[in-house]
Antibody
Framework: VQLVESGGGLVQPGKSLKLSCSAS????????MHWIRQAPGKGLDWVAY???????VYADAVKGRFTISRDNAKNTLYLQLNSLKSEDTAIYYC???????????WGQGTLVTVSS | DVVLTQTPPTLSATIGQSVSISCRSS???????????LNWLLQRPGQPPQLLIY???RLESGVPNRFSGSGSGTDFTLKISGVEAEDLGVYYC?????????FGAGTKLELK
């Protein structure tokens, strides 16, 4: 199992960014996927989940601003970040769902910095 | 949302010492299917987290058996029986019984 995030960078407040997570080593379409973030020097913060059938769940802090999606043909998970705030600055990790071994597989993360 | 309260926030240990970390939930983590989806993760500096324990007490493949988990309902414990240098880092409990999923604030294990 390999998960590789990309798309992070420096973005101004109020702007948008789209993160990607490329998956390999397993049948991507069969698994739900998570996005989790970690602000600098802080703890882990669950962001969003998408099921294998594309049902979604969001943390209250990002609901209405972030959108999780997937392209099974490309084995890729996405996170669209809109109306970004300084408090969204974090490393964003994707992780594969596992029942019962939830959070067994993580990517290395991509850093998003929201600053003017 | 479920709140997971981890204690202590910081733990100082010597090599070989046994230590425990507590994770208390604001509501029961027993799922209607009879499983309790409480996991423990370790994050070493500069690394993504790694799974140590799932379903309260099941050891992830490749994780040393000095790690053990216990508990039920709302009270859970991670025990390390004989800390080794490679165990240093931040430990998190995480629940996936109730959406949205939530993490504890973390316990930093450092050398005394």
């Amino acid at each position: 199992v390999q998960l590789v995030e990309s798309g992070g960078g420096l973005v101004q407040p109020g702007k948008s960014l789209k993160l990607s997570c490329s998956a390999s080593g397993f049948t991507f379409s069969s698994y739900g996927m998570h996005w989790i973030r970690q602000a600098p020097g802080k703890g882990l913060d669950w962001v969003a989940y998408i099921s294998s059938s594309s049902g979604t769940v969001y943390a209250d802090a990002v609901k209405g601003r972030f959108t999780i999606s997937r392209d099974n043909a490309k084995n890729t998970l996405y996170l669209q970040l809109n109306s970004l705030k300084s408090e969204d600055t974090a490393i964003y990790y994707c992780a594969r769902r596992g029942v019962p071994r939830e959070f067994a597989y993580w990517g290395q993360g991509t850093l998003v910095t929201v600053s003017s | 949302d479920v709140v997971l309260t981890q204690t202590p926030p910081t733990l100082s240990a010597t090599i070989g010492q046994s230590v425990s970390i507590s994770c208390r939930s604001s509501q029961s983590l027993l799922h209607s299917n009879g499983n309790t989806y409480l996991n423990w993760l370790l994050q070493r500096p500069g690394q993504p987290p790694q799974l140590l324990i799932y379903l309260v007490s099941r050891l992830e493949s490749g994780v040393p058996n000095r790690f053990s988990g216990s508990g039920s309902g709302t009270d859970f414990t991670l025990k390390i029986s004989g800390v080794e240098a490679e165990d240093l880092g931040v430990y998190y409990c995480v629940q996936s019984t109730h959406a949205p999923y939530t993490f504890g604030a973390g316990t930093k294990l450092e050398l005394k």
